[in-house]
Every structure is written in structure tokens, then in C-alpha cells.
């Protein structure tokens, strides 16, 4: 695995560290457990270490645009660390440079870019730096303001786990231990009531929290966007383990799966943001498929945003402490236009426009995904793996992996 970037990339684009007096931090996107902690890691790191202002952008770029920046004191960002949300607010529609002014005869959106009033906001307040703490589109938005010269220094932040360049992103592991908490719960009635249970969650285009979720939980079968599945195969695993196994199914299905040929389930399209689609849906897709095809009982559970919620568990709490000691690091480094990340349980940073627009999936080599094949999971793309389950009369076949 390619080593985190270190100071010998950046020393094209540093910034003299005694020049910065005052920064500014916003969090973008959805929000998720563990931001709190890093602006609490961001802010404390820059008053104690350095003598740093740190003002609080609200709302993502949106404060920006809107010239809404406010100082923030260490008792603003003390106990802080384990509340979820963020105290500055959040906002994943606004991309100052495709920002919605209006709205045409036909309904639609008119865009203008805004970008000037937020330059004017950050020269209002004399920000010599802002971090900006989101996911993939928020790194995009940000873009402008580092090909515009502002110097931007970015974590990785989203439940999704899809941002390229990090092995992780903090607020992840809180969703998967969130959501394999409800598969859990939902093991009791599926087991009790001989039923299958399906479970959707989110995720976007990855599969990272259903895979990591469903190993974990121990579902018997994991739909993600990354493997499309045959509504034919998921049919007959079902039987099988409603018939000849032990007579119930958790099913765990991520809101971007597909269908082999089909396409993904969209819940709504909203015109106003930069991502206008919103997924949602496809666990009653694929409990419909189920019902219609096989006899068994099916119940369908969308856990939605409640995996997005709460307090942030202990390992995303020492992640955010960790991103935001690094970005501080970084910056007073000299650095400019960078994003930490963390490879190989290292945290490095690399360049912030590498990962801005951009989406990490599951590659269907993962070795999670090998592993929970050898031990029965289905990904309801292949038929002939589940023939090992009690019961079954058939030989493996030469591609089961067991
Ligand atoms: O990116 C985080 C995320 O929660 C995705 O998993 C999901 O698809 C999306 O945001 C939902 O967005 P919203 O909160 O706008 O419905």
C-alpha cells in the first residue's frame, strides 16, 4: 500500500507558518459522529500549541456565503468530545460555486457562483487558513478556494467510508457498530418468527457499512453496490435456509445496490444540490423479489439516519483527536492545499484535489468479502455457494470457495 505522503511532497506549496495568526473550521456535508471531536482536536491543538484564533464557519460553506463566522473560546469546544452532530452546524447542498439563487418559471434551480462573497467573508475575518472537515463533496467545493489561494487543509470526514486517499474516515466505524447493533436486535424476531428479515443502510455508491455490518452482525446475506445481485440466486439461498437450514434469514442490502442489469432505487432528487440524488428504497425492493419468489415471511427495516447519529464510539473519537492534531501539524508545517489521511495505520496527508469529487468502493476481492464467503455469507450473486448449507444434497461446486 502506497506510504502517506510526508513534508517532502509539499515543499512546492507551503505557506510561512509564522504568518498564520487566525483560522477558520466548517464541517460540510451529512453530519456524523465524531465531528465535534475533531473541531474540539482542531481548535484546542491550535490555541495551546500554537496561540491560534479560531473562528467557527456555521453551516459549511453556507457560513461563508452568508458571512456567518463567529469566534470560538476553548470553553466553546471543551466537552464537546463526545456529543454527536457539530456545534457549527452542517450543510451538504452548497457548493459556492453552483450555489441556488433562485428558482426558474419551470420550478427549477437558477446556480450562480458565489464564491467572491466568500472570499470577501474569509479576507471580513482575516482567516489565514480554513480547515475544512467533510466528504468527497465538500473536498470539491473546497477546490475552489485552494485554486483561488486560499490555503485549505481538509479532514476526511462520512459515514460512507468512500473517500479516496484514507483507509478510513472517522464517523464510519460508529455507523457499522450502530448498524450491527439493529442486525443484531433484528436477529430476535427473524429467528423467533421464522422470518427474513431485510435490513437497508446506508452508504451511497459503497458497500462499506452493509459489508462491514453484515460480517459483523453475522447476516446471512450482503447486498452492496459493488456486487450486483440475481434476484434468482437470493431466491434460492433463501429456500434453502428457510427449508433445510435453520428457518430464517437477516438479509443486509446497501442502499446503492443494484440488480445485475438493473439500476439503483432513488428516494428523491433534490435540484438544489450539488448531489441532487438521494438513494433509497431497494430493501423493499429486494423484499418484494424475495416474497414474490420463495414462501417465506419477509419484513423490511430502513435504519436510515440513525446511523448517522449519536455519540461517536471510542475508536472515532481517538481517529477525530488524531485527524485534528494532524491538520494542525500539517499546516503549521507550511503546508497548503493538503488532506490528512491515514494508510497503513500511519496518518500522512496528500493533496487535497486528489480526493475531491471522487468515491472509494469495496473492490469484490476485498479479503472481508473472501472471508465471509468461506463461511456461508451470500452476496447474492452466486447460486452454487450456498450448496454447502445444511441440509443441501449438492456437491460444492468448483467455484464455492469452501
Ligand atoms: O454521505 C452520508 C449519507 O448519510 C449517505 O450515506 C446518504 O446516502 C446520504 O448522506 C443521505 O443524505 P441526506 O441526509 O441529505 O438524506
Redesign the pocket.
Known sequence: MRPPAGVADRVSSTMSPERIKRIGVLTG??D?PGLNAVIRAVAKTAMLQYGIEVMGIEDGFLGLVENRVRPLTFKDVSGILTRGGTILGSN?KCNPRRFATGTAADGSPIFSNVTPQCLDSIRAHRLDAIIVIG?DGTMAAASTFVHAGINVIGIPK???NDLVGTEISFGFLTAVATATEALDRLHSTADSHHRVMVCEV???NAGWIALTAGVASGSDMILIPEIPYDEGSIASYINRRMDSGPGFAIVVVA?GATSRGGSQSVARIDLSSSEPI??GGIGQRVADSIAARTSAEVRTTVLG?IV?GGTPIAADRILATNFGFHAMKVLMEGARGRLVVRESNAYGDIDLLTSAGQQRRVSPGNPLITAARAIGTSFGDSEELSSVLPGSSGASSPSAVW
Do not use: A, S, V
Open positions: 456535508g451529512g456524523c451538504n466528504g462520512t459515514i460512507d446506508m452508504g451511497r442502499e438521494r438513494l439516519h448517522r
